[in-house]
């Protein structure tokens, strides 16, 4: 798999957009990009995955440039209950038995 | 609800007594699949189950066991638990090994052995 780098931590306040951004020099050409978000002593939950381009649901989007070296997860308009540790993981769309988290992005929002 | 259900949330046990945390889901999953969180290290996968009867080893798998023999049920087995198994558990499943779109994960069973 893919390995990923991204900040160790960021912070922002309510009501601002925060854009968390995932480098992966090695992606591959199977490869998606998957991010997931955990709060403390809970399990990981799915946010969004995509491959090219822009993807975008109810709760983010994924900003993938051209190159797919590198991604940008956007949080429009965070609150506090967006304190949350955020992961982006690259591998094959039938990677299910390799999911490896790294530490993630440490989120702190302030009011 | 569909959801991932673990038990026990909270355990605290001594050294080499056999212990089971059982994990169920409700959503006819084919694939489920145990991590281990601990500080500074991430997740990590101990086991990994494609479907019934069908298990096989991920990052971490000694010290564990594990059973399919139900879709809905994956326990996670400790024979002889011992200090360094201490961590934070969650259980995973999604409806097939091939499904990218992301898997459901339990709230957590936090181990402690003395």
């Known amino acids: 798999l893919a390995k990923t780098t991204q900040p160790i931590s960021m912070d922002s306040y309510e009501g601002q957009e925060v854009n968390i951004t995932c480098s992966h020099n090695?992606?591959?050409?199977?490869?998606?990009i998957t991010w997931y978000q955990q709060f403390p002593s809970q399990g990981p939950r799915f946010i969004i995955q995509?491959?090219?381009t822009k993807v975008t649901n109810e709760v983010a989007s994924l900003f993938i440039p051209a190159d797919r070296k590198s991604s940008t997860l956007s949080l429009p308009r965070v609150s506090l209950s967006d304190t949350a540790v955020y992961y982006c993981?690259?591998?094959?769309?039938?990677?299910?038995?390799?999911?490896?988290f790294g530490g993630g992005t440490r989120l702190m929002v302030k009011p | 609800e569909a959801q991932v259900t673990q038990n026990p949330r909270y355990l605290i046990t001594v050294t080499g007594k056999k212990l089971t945390v059982t994990c169920s889901q409700n959503m006819n999953h084919e694939y489920m699949s145990w991590y281990r969180q601990d500080p500074g290290l991430g997740l990590r996968q101990i086991y990994y189950?494609?479907?019934?009867?069908?298990?096989d080893k991920g990052d971490v798998p000694e010290g564990y066991k594990v059973s399919r023999k139900e879709k809905r049920n994956f326990p996670l087995i400790l024979e002889s638990p011992s200090p360094n198994q201490t961590s934070l558990y969650f259980c995973?499943?999604?409806?097939?090994?091939?499904?990218?779109?992301?898997?459901?994960f339990g709230s957590g069973t936090r181990l402690t052995v003395v």
């Open positions: 995509g491959y090219k």
């Open positions: 993981l690259v591998g094959p769309y039938n990677a299910g038995n390799m999911l490896t």
């Open positions: 189950s494609m479907n019934v009867e069908v298990t």
């Open positions: 090695n992606i591959a050409t199977n490869d998606y």
């Open positions: 995973a499943s999604s409806l097939s090994w091939a499904d990218g779109d992301g898997y459901t």
